[in-house]
């Protein structure tokens, strides 16, 4: 192989390996899961009454991760409890929840869902 080819060769390798891993890194620090979004705004959607306004700051300006009764996985990004007890919430139950994959815990006792 001659010289020119081997050092293009070497500089597409380089670059391929540099892109992939800042593609991976950039996903598991900067990504986010849009189901587990797009399950939570469904969920929100279908409560009628949210007399303590538990609810008024899940919306697009911060990420869901750090909306109220929400805790995510450190490593994944992903929702893992939905706490809303005793919040007197009044609405349908959505079913877009059984989208939530890596959910462990719901508490959404003392509330009325239909």
Known sequence: MELPKLCLSLF???FMHLFLLI???SLVLGGTNETDKLSLLAFKAGITEDPFGVLSSW??????????????????????VL???????????SAHIGNLSFLRVLDIQNNSFS
């Open 23 to 25: 593609s991976a890194f």
């Open 12 to 14: 597409w390798s380089f």
């Open 59 to 80: 919306n697009e300006s911060r990420h869901f991760c750090y909306w109220p009764g929400i805790t995510c996985g450190r490593q994944h990004q992903r929702v893992t």
């Open 83 to 93: 706490e809303l007890q005793s919040s007197q919430l009044k609405g349908q139950l």
